[in-house]
């Protein structure tokens, strides 16, 4: 099973989240989605909310990026920025210096149709989004331009909560897969989760149940990734 795993930066401390890392690593993680705090996370639901504004309070964004050399160093596979347009923009030459270790980035609040022009501004690659409301057009623009994976967003809202598709949801993840992968991100929260969703999709990406998992400890959260990846 193809499975990403988000995990905010330097959450809960710097240490730990390194050493989530590296457990990543070493069970297999298809790829890493690293959240860059913010302070008006609009995507984010109680759980990554509170995760952010914890990490707000201990580190700086230059703190958050530089961690990401780090990251790159025990985790060998593909790695991702989760951040916010605001953030990405007023920071695009610093992004640039990043390019070398990062695969792509994922903006939360940033429509495909936006992410086209955005994508030439940053000059990296960003991932588009695909959402339940996605018209056929905007899905068409997504699979055209992805030169990764499209990330699918299993239900309306922000994250957490449990996971369920609607049936026009599972079409329009179909007809996305027959040109694109598709990876499918929130509500999933346990391995039976995670099989469901590896049926319709590529691959899945769990980031909620990752942060409730450090919240118990770090022997708990490798508990739940060896759950997921096995």
């Given at each position: 099973m193809n499975v990403g795993i988000y995990l905010v930066s330097n959450?809960?401390?710097?240490?730990?989240?390194?050493?989530?890392?590296?457990?990543?690593?070493?069970l297999d993680v298809d790829f890493l989605e690293i959240g860059i705090p913010f302070s008006d996370p609009i995507a984010d639901g109680e759980i990554l909310e509170k995760a952010a504004f914890e990490c707000l309070s201990k580190y700086d964004t230059q703190d958050f990026f530089e961690s990401l050399f780090e990251v790159k160093k025990l985790f060998k596979k593909r790695?991702?920025?989760m951040t916010y347009a605001n953030i990405a923009y007023s920071l695009k030459d610093e992004l640039k210096n990043y390019n070398k270790i990062l695969n792509g980035i994922i903006l939360a609040d940033l429509p495909v149709r936006e992410a086209i022009n955005f994508e030439k501004q940053l000059d990296c690659n960003i991932i588009k989004?695909?959402?339940?409301?996605s018209r056929k057009k905007d899905?068409?623009?997504a699979i055209k331009n992805t030169k990764d994976f499209i990330y699918f967003?299993?239900?309306r809202g922000i994250t957490g909560g449990s996971f369920s598709l609607e049936s026009q949801t599972i079409e329009k993840?179909?007809?996305c897969r027959k040109q694109a992968k598709v990876y499918l991100g929130f509500g999933i929260r346990n391995a039976s989760d995670a099989k469901e969703a590896s049926k319709i999709a590529d691959g899945v990406i769990i980031g909620t149940q990752a942060a409730i998992e450090l919240q118990k400890g770090i022997s708990d959260f490798e508990k739940f990734i060896k759950s997921i990846t096995k």
């Open positions: 959450y809960p401390k710097k240490s730990i989240f390194l050493e989530a890392v590296e457990i990543c690593n070493n790695l991702y920025v989004f695909a959402t339940p409301e899905l068409d623009l967003i299993s239900k993840i179909n007809y």
